[in-house]
Nanobody
């Protein structure tokens, strides 16, 4: 049973920084793609960034140049460094991991493992 636990959310002013962490338990030694997603009130969940099992990364256009994603294999922990935060970054941020390697974080959300989320609030 895979469990994902996020932490690091909080309230910051516009231009500030936060680092989110996601600790994964029960993942196989050869991990699959993992990613960060977010959902703002009244909006659909959207992908923010992901890091695949070969280390390749991908970012939403809205966060390119501001967010960095990384993974510490030994600690089974994924990070999202968020800089130059904007009010539009306000959302619940979720950590997710693929059940199947062939999805590369592009499969249906229902095929992923999910954490419970951590709230990020950016004030102007």
């Amino acid at each position: 049973q895979v469990q994902l636990v996020e932490s690091g959310g909080g309230s910051v002013q516009s231009g500030g920084s936060l680092t989110l962490s996601c600790v994964a338990a029960g993942v196989p030694s050869s991990r699959n793609c993992m990613g960060w997603f977010r959902q703002a009130p009244g909006k659909e969940r959207e992908g923010v960034a992901h890091i695949d099992n070969d280390g390749s990364t991908s970012f939403a256009d809205s966060v390119k140049g501001r967010f960095t994603i990384s993974h510490d294999n030994a600690a089974h922990t994924m990070y999202l460094q968020m800089n130059s935060l904007k009010p539009e970054d306000t959302a619940m941020y979720y950590c997710a991991a693929d059940r199947f390697a062939y999805d590369h974080c592009a499969g249906p959300y229902s095929r992923m493992y999910w954490g419970r989320g951590t709230q990020v609030t950016v004030s102007s």
